[in-house]
C-alpha cells in the first residue's frame, strides 16, 4: 500500500520525496470544495447576510468616494491622497474577491466551488492583502519624508516615483501570492469540505493529502515579507517621525504633525495586528470560531476601516467633500 501511493506521488516534483505518508488511501481527484462557513451559526445565518451586505456596501461606497473624491478635488492632488486612492482601489478589489461569494453561502445559493476558482480566489485575495500591507509602508515612508525632510519632499516624492512605488508594490504583491497559490494547487487533494468561508493558505492546505515542509517554510517566508518587513519599517519611520515632532518648539506645530499621521497610524496598527494574528500565530492556537471571527475582521471590518477613519479624522478629505457636495448643489 504504502509503495503504490509513493509511486503515484513521485511525478508531481522532486520536492515530494520530503512528503510524509499519505493521511488516507482514497486518493480520487477532488474537482471541487464544499464551504463549510458559519455551521455553528446555522440559527443567525440571516442576521450574518443582513450584517455583512450592510458593511459591504458601506465599504464599496467609502472607498468608491475617497477615490472619487481625490480625483476631483485638485487640493488632494499630492502623494499621500494619490497613495490613498491606490489604496482605497485596492480594498475595493480586496473586498470583491471575498464577500459577495460569502454572502452567497450565507443566503444558501451557493456552498461549493472548483479547484481552478478556489486557486483564483486565493490568488487575488493574497494578491490584494500583500499589496495593502506593502501600500501602508510606502505611505508611512511618505509622511517620514513630510516630516523629517520637508524640504527635499517634492524631489523625493515626485510624481514619477509615486507612480513607480505603487507599481513596484502591486508587482511585488501578487508576484509573491502567485508563488503562494501555485505552491499549494499543485498538490493533491485528499478532501474537499473547507472549514471556512473562503478559500485561505492554511484551509486549503488542511485538504492536501498531505504537505511538504517545504511549503510550510514558503508560507512562513511570504508572512514574514508581506507582514513583518513592511511592519519593522513602519515602526522605524513611525519613531523617527514621532522623534522629529517632539522637537518642534510650538504646540500648534506639534498638533498639526500628528494629526497628518494619526489616520494612517490607526489603519496601521488594525491592519497589521490583525494580519499578525491571522496568520503569525501558531497553527492550534484558536479554536475554528475564533479563527472564522479574526478572518471576517480582516476582510469584512478592516476594509471599512479605511474610508471611516480617513473620512471622520482627516480634516483635508472633510473639506474636500464638503466641496465637492457643495459644488454639485449649486444650480
Known amino acids: ?26 486518493h480520487t481527484a477532488v474537482r471541487e470544495f464544499v464551504f463549510q462557513a458559519f455551521s455553528n451559526f446555522q440559527e443567525h445565518q440571516l442576521i450574518l447576510f443582513v450584517v455583512f451586505l ?63 476558482g478556489c486557486g483564483a480566489q486565493l490568488f487575488f485575495f493574497l494578491g490584494f492583502a500583500i499589496t495593502n500591507c506593502f501600500l501602508l509602508a510606502v505611505m508611512g515612508y511618505d509622511r517620514y519624508v513630510a516630516i523629517c525632510n520637508p524640504l527635499r519632499y517634492s ?26 497559490a501555485l ?15 473562503f478559500c485561505d493558505v492554511q484551509p486549503v492546505l488542511d485538504l492536501a493529502c498531505a504537505t511538504p515542509v517545504i511549503n510550510d517554510i514558503l508560507t512562513l517566508i511570504i508572512s514574514l515579507l508581506a507582514i513583518i518587513a513592511p511592519a519593522t519599517f513602519l515602526f522605524t519611520s513611525y519613531v523617527l517621525i514621532i522623534s522629529t515632532i517632539l522637537r518642534i518648539t510650538s504646540a500648534e506645530g506639534r498638533k498639526k504633525a500628528f494629526a497628518t499621521c494619526a489616520s494612517h497610524l490607526t489603519v496601521v496598527i488594525v491592519h497589521y495586528g490583525c494580519a499578525s494574528i491571522a496568520y503569525l500565530k501558531p497553527r492550534s492556537e484558536n479554536s475554528r470560531d475564533q479563527d472564522q471571527l479574526i478572518s471576517v475582521t480582516y476582510t469584512v471590518i478592516t476594509p471599512l476601516l479605511n474610508p471611516v477613519v480617513y473620512t471622520l479624522r482627516n480634516k483635508d478629505v472633510q473639506h474636500a ?11
Open 54 to 116: 450592510t458593511l459591504y456596501t458601506l465599504t464599496l461606497a467609502g472607498n468608491v468616494i475617497i477615490v472619487a473624491v481625490i480625483h476631483v478635488d485638485q487640493h488632494l492632488h499630492t502623494p499621500m491622497y494619490f497613495f490613498l486612492s491606490v489604496l482605497s482601489t485596492s480594498e475595493t478589489f480586496y473586498s470583491l474577491v471575498i464577500i459577495p461569494r460569502m454572502l452567497c453561502s450565507l443566503a444558501g445559493l451557493s456552498q461549493s466551488i472548483s479547484v481552478e
Open 1 to 26: 500500500m504504502v509503495e503504490s501511493l509513493v509511486s503515484r506521488t513521485h511525478s508531481f516534483s522532486t520536492l515530494a520525496d520530503l512528503r510524509p505518508p499519505m493521511k488516507t488511501a482514497n
Open 155 to 180: 524631489v523625493t516624492m515626485s510624481w514619477r516615483v509615486c507612480t513607480m512605488l505603487a507599481s513596484s508594490v502591486c508587482t511585488t504583491g501578487f508576484s509573491l501570492s502567485l508563488v503562494q
Open 183 to 197: 505552491a499549494i494547487f499543485r498538490l493533491p487533494f485528499c478532501k474537499s469540505l473547507i472549514k471556512h468561508f
Open 321 to 331: 467633500l464638503q466641496r465637492v457636495v457643495g459644488r454639485k448643489s449649486l444650480p
